[in-house]
């Protein structure tokens, strides 16, 4: 299978800079993918990353690095909003592979 | 928001019996997917669909059959459901007009087996 491997928990203080991580076991990926789920509801997509390098886009920004197997989220001024569980997802072949995800907890 | 459409959004119903989802799209997209979720498993691919009449299973397929008989509609069947089928299940869309398109994602259908 494609091993993607996450964090299972992370806590941060509003207004502080997170790093989610995300490690992967395969060469095959098109592209690596991040998406936020709040509790209840469907996963919406954040950002995602073909080449080597760092995306930026607005308070986050992603990271991948394909010979190392590893990418990253960052999120910047953190939000009370931003508490969710943050997933990891690679592609390859039209299908897409997700770790389990990250909660994030924001705290005041 | 993607037109995407899942229904119903809550079922309950009895262990032997068949289940159907459905997963409607107004976006005219060529890749759609179908989607289990649990604790501390994360999202999984059940099948997914790259055309009308073409699917393929995804890592956890057996129990389930997929059907897709025209570009918007891509149903979910669980034939004899069981109480390891309690899910979420989430369809997603995919476009293809441009690389590396990211998937969107129906708000969800709540299935409980009793």
């Known amino acids: 299978g494609q091993n993607i491997d996450q964090p299972t928990e992370m806590t941060a203080t509003e207004g502080a800079i997170v790093q989610i991580n995300c490690t992967y076991q395969?060469?095959?990926?098109?592209?690596l993918f991040w998406y936020q789920q709040h509790a209840g509801e469907a996963p919406t997509f954040l950002s995602y990353?073909?080449?080597?390098g760092l995306e930026e886009k607005g308070r986050f920004s992603s990271f991948l690095s394909r010979s190392k197997g590893y990418s990253y989220l960052l999120l910047k001024e953190l939000q009370m909003k931003d508490s969710a569980s943050y997933l990891c997802?690679?592609?390859?072949?039209?299908?897409?592979?997700f770790g389990t995800g990250t909660s994030l907890t924001v705290i005041p | 928001d993607a037109g995407i459409t899942q229904s119903p959004r809550h079922k309950v119903t009895e262990t032997g019996t068949p289940v159907t989802l459905r997963c409607h799209q107004t976006?005219?997209?060529?890749?759609m997917y179908w989607y289990r979720q649990d604790p501390g498993h994360g999202l999984r691919l059940i099948h997914y669909?790259?055309?009308?009449?073409?699917?393929d299973k995804g890592e956890v397929s057996d129990g389930y059959s997929v059907s897709r008989s025209k570009t918007e509609d891509f149903l979910l069947t669980l034939e004899s459901a069981t109480s390891s089928q309690t899910s979420v299940y989430f369809c997603?869309?995919?476009?293809?007009?441009?690389?590396?398109?990211?998937?969107?994602f129906g708000d969800g259908t709540r299935l409980s087996i009793l």
């Open positions: 997603a869309i995919r476009g293809t007009g441009e690389k590396n398109q990211p998937q969107h």
């Open positions: 395969t060469s095959g990926f098109n592209g």
């Open positions: 990353n073909v080449l080597d």
């Open positions: 997802a690679g592609e390859t072949g039209n299908q897409f592979y």
């Open positions: 976006e005219n997209h060529r890749y």
């Open positions: 669909s790259y055309g009308v009449k073409d699917t």
